[in-house]
């Protein structure tokens, strides 16, 4: 069975706290796609970043920093020096055959 | 480039009434995917088509949603008779497939359905 699952359904942090996102997947394919969206108020689905699984290379990207572990079949998302504007949902998915698994989401709420 | 365009972006009517949403995938990308946001049930796939055929529609909940996809541009979701519990954002993403290696899906902004 195909699965997502974000056991945080929301995380509240101060402004410039460090925060993970955690994300654990099932999925009996040896070839697949993990991703994180973000789902700001505004209620569009921003797409963040794209990981196979052949690539278990840590991901930095400014604020952002994704860690994808296969053996644990995770793929957690941190951001660092949080701001306001962080404040979203963020659905972590996987791409198997051609839908996306999603996630249940994590409301993330970032106070000044 | 344009992304995907979805029309309307909010909706409202009341029950009973025919709701016809629309989708504008991204040129050149030949796999169109119809999703409903509700609070209860998260994202779910609704139905998907490659090449302007319906893939799969086991998503689609009953038998008054329907989808088409006439033309590589194009593409409609429609609920006829709505019900209240049809209320939901409705996202249309689209992605290519076949050569050039994996492409994600691109999402629409949504259409905000309010059946009342």
């Not at chain 1, 196979?52 to 941190?78: A, V």
């Not at chain 2, 319906?54 to 996809?69: H, L, N, T, V, Y």
Request: glycine share 6%.
């Amino acid at each position: 069975a195909q699965k997502v699952t974000q056991a945080q359904t929301e995380i509240s942090v101060v402004e410039k706290e460090d925060v993970t996102l955690d994300c654990v997947y099932e999925t009996r394919d040896t070839t697949y796609y993990l991703f994180w969206y973000k789902q700001p108020p505004s209620g569009e689905l921003v797409f963040l970043i794209r990981r196979n699984s052949f690539d278990e290379q840590n991901e930095i990207s400014g604020r952002y920093s994704w860690n994808f572990q296969k053996s644990t079949s995770s793929f957690n998302f941190t951001i660092t020096a949080s701001q306001v504007v962080d404040s979203a949902v963020y659905f972590c998915a996987l791409d198997s055959n051609y839908q996306l698994i999603w996630g249940a989401g994590t409301k993330l709420i970032i106070k000044p | 480039d344009a992304g995907v365009i979805q029309s309307p972006r909010h909706e409202v009517t009341e029950m009973g009434q025919e709701v016809t949403l629309r989708c504008k995938p991204i040129s050149g990308h030949n796999s169109l995917f119809w999703y409903r946001q509700t609070m209860m049930r998260g994202l779910e796939l609704l139905i998907y088509f490659n090449n302007n055929v319906p893939i799969d529609d086991s998503g689609m909940p009953e038998d008054r949603f329907s989808a088409k996809m006439p033309n590589a541009s194009f593409s409609t979701l429609k609920i006829q008779p709505s019900e209240p519990r049809d209320s939901a954002v409705y996202f249309c993403a689209s992605r290519r497939t076949g050569t050039g290696g994996y492409q994600p899906q691109h999402f629409g902004d949504g259409t905000r359905l309010s059946i009342l």
